[in-house]
């Protein structure tokens, strides 16, 4: 299991989506996660955070799952090593604080399925 983690963005953050996704959130994600921040907050506004049945995914060059504090992105993986929340897990926790996402009535796991087969088609 991973760290229980009741608070994986800092109070700032969370103060300052109760004013919306404007500029004073950007601000406070650029100011606490830098780059990652930044992105997090883009992904956000272009509502590119959506909840599947089973997981919620983030579309960005590809399509990272996230779950609680986990990704499958390799920037959480490798260069964050797991030990500090990457740009999707972010935008993940922001989304829900502000029930900023888009529904999906389908589970990821079929996606991943179809995807995985048309891959093996191609090669
Ligand atoms: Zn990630």
Same mark, same amino acid.
Request: a positive charge; charged letters at 35%; one cysteine or more.
């Given at each position: ?7 994986? $963005? ?18 406070? $994600? ?13 992904? $956000? ?79």
């Amino acid at each position: 299991m991973y760290p229980p983690m009741p608070q994986i $963005l800092k109070t700032e953050v969370v103060d300052a989506i109760k004013k919306g996704v404007g500029y004073e959130l950007y601000k406070q $994600l650029l100011l606490n996660y830098g780059k990652r921040g930044e992105k997090a907050f883009f992904y $956000l506004r272009d509502r590119r955070v959506k909840k599947y049945k089973d997981f919620f995914v983030v579309v960005g060059r590809e399509e990272y799952i996230v779950e609680e504090f986990f990704c499958t992105c390799l920037d959480f993986q490798v260069r964050l090593k797991g030990k500090r929340p990457c740009a999707h897990i972010i935008a993940v926790e922001l989304a829900k604080l502000c029930d900023f996402y888009d529904k999906i009535d389908a589970y990821y796991v079929d996606f991943m399925k179809r995807y995985t087969y048309k891959r093996r088609q191609v090669f």
